[in-house]
């Protein structure tokens, strides 16, 4: 009899701990529901703005975006209106704070939050294709975000949602620009074969990542300058005249560099070397050691072209 009794109570000890946890669940669900589009907490950043690792299921990477694409039933060209302005603006984005104005948190700021508002942090989406980021530069992680926020690494960025740096975590360093060598080269190459030779270095770069099939148009975009640099230099160059190419140990030597480079860096240097984009530009500034232009290239016909229709994807 007894141990009946230990049974019936064991069982009704059971069925309340179950009721208190699915309650305890149902208000936690509820609470994220209400909670989960606040602007002001963000992926990446617990309550003090302080940064912490994203977890890879968080990450906006271009598989994503692509998919939400996809779901509104809108062609490539999208990625294209996004892409090109992206390259272009690549250096303009808004410097991280000086370790000066980098806010710490006070001791009593420094407590771990519990899990339900961690979760209701990673909840939280940006934009209407409801993706979830970080911050503005990690936008098209891997391939087509900015470089790595150094004080989001540090433990903490002030500038949050609005830091035009990658808050993402990347496998490895990241090389975002050729050395010095080779970018004097590409400098001082013409329009024509620079494009011609960072063309297919950008679709072997895309074909490896797999967003060959997303980027089509944007390629097809490229390939049309390239045709477009080939007849106006047939017709502008003098018959006897043949301009001396560069040693093959020196272009060898800058594709290698070239293939390193993710590819929004690789996409700078080709947009660069597109007519429209060069009949906009009074040419190559000190500046530009990542092959993307300052704020010349923002007011480049080929952004006034794209900007129309891309709305606020341009940053």
């Known amino acids: 009899m007894q141990l009946r009794r230990d049974r019936a109570t064991s069982s009704d000890d059971d069925v309340q ?6 309650q305890t669940f149902g208000d936690v669900w509820q609470s994220l529901g209400s909670q989960g589009n606040q602007p002001e907490r ?11 690792r994203q977890d890879p299921s968080y990450i906006p990477n271009l598989t994503s975006i692509a998919s939400s694409e996809s779901e509104r039933g809108t062609s490539s060209s999208g990625f294209v209106q996004w ?28 407590v771990q939050p519990s899990p339900e508002q961690m979760a209701s942090q990673d909840l939280t989406t940006e934009g209407d294709n409801n993706l979830m980021t970080p911050s503005v530069g990690s936008h098209g992680h891997p391939e087509f975000c900015r470089r790595p ?18 808050h993402c975590e990347h496998e490895q360093r ?20 620079r494009l011609e030779l960072l063309l297919p270095l950008l679709e072997q770069r895309l074909e490896s990542k797999g967003l060959r099939e997303m980027a089509g148009e944007l390629l097809q975009t490229l390939q049309e300058a390239l045709q477009e640099l080939r007849t106006t230099s047939e ?49 190559d500034s000190a500046d530009n050691q990542d092959g993307f232009g300052g704020d010349q290239a923002l007011k480049s016909p080929f952004s006034q072209a794209t900007d129309r229709n891309s709305g606020s994807l341009v940053q």
């Not at 701990?17 to 699915?22: A, D, I, K, L």
């Not at 963000?42 to 912490?52: D, K, L, M």
């Open 149 to 166: 926020c150094i004080f989001f690494a540090a433990g903490s960025c002030s500038n949050h949602i609005s830091c035009g740096y990658c």
């Open 17 to 22: 701990s179950s009721e208190s946890s699915s």
């Open 174 to 193: 990241v090389v975002t620009h050729v050395d010095r060598r080779n970018r004097k080269l590409l400098h001082s190459m013409a329009a024509l074969d």
């Open 235 to 283: 017709q502008d160059r003098p018959e006897d005249s043949e301009e001396p190419a560069a040693p093959k140990p020196q272009i060898s030597r800058l594709k290698s560099g070239v293939r390193k480079l993710p590819c929004i860096s690789i996409l700078g240097w080709a947009v660069r070397a597109s007519p429209v984009y060069l009949s906009g530009l009074p040419g």
């Open 83 to 110: 892409a090109i302005p992206r390259a272009e603006s690549a250096s303009s984005a808004s410097l991280p704070p000086s370790p000066e104005q980098t806010v710490q948190p006070s001791p009593e700021q420094s």
């Open 42 to 52: 963000q992926v990446g950043h617990n309550s003090q703005g302080v940064g912490r």
